[in-house]
């Protein structure tokens, strides 16, 4: 298999160990923050390791969901997303924190919080590992950031190309070579 493999990578930008580091920074500043529940929402695909991670490390009282949502790229500035997937529990009256692999436009992570804020959570925070400020079209107020990176397309730990290099341990830079 010549296609699809980590010979693809053109740089890591991020070993399996900097990552498992920045796991217990942010569940170390996440656990001091709330003494009570915490309704953590994976957003699939591409959070599923890193809310794996994070859930581990974090000292207060997590229940689990995920939604899955499909953004439209278009031509408005609002952007059009869709829930794929919705939550299995009632986020009313609950500390809910949101988990992301990337923020890149912010459209689909913009659109979530309305949609969970509309549902009555008593507050809601948003964690994401990768942040590109430099795409932002929509400004999201984050509380938990892992990385400010770069505008390069990267892959690894959950994020993919095609659905493809989700799996790996690390985050690269995809080799152009992939795409062209
Ligand atoms: P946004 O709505 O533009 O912020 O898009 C966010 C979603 O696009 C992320 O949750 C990722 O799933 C995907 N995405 C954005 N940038 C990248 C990237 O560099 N690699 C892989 N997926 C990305
Ligand atoms: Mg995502």
Known sequence: MEKFN???????????????????????????????????????????PFMIDLVRKIKAPVIIDFMDVKSYDG??????????????????GKDVLIVEDIIDTGLTLSYLIEVLKSRGAKSLNVCTLLTKPARRKKDINVKYVGFEIEDNFVIGYGMDYNEYYRNLPYIGILDERVYK
Request: aromatic residues 4%; proline residues 0%.
């Open 75 to 92: 031509t408005t500035t609002t952007g059009e997303v869709r829930i794929l997937k919705d939550l299995s529990v009632k986020v009313e």
């Open 6 to 48: 980590d010979g693809d990578i053109k740089e890591v930008i991020y070993t399996a160990e900097d990552l498992d580091n920045k796991c217990s920074e942010l569940a170390e500043r996440i656990s001091a923050d709330y003494d009570g529940e915490i309704v953590v929402v994976g957003i699939l695909k591409g959070a599923m």
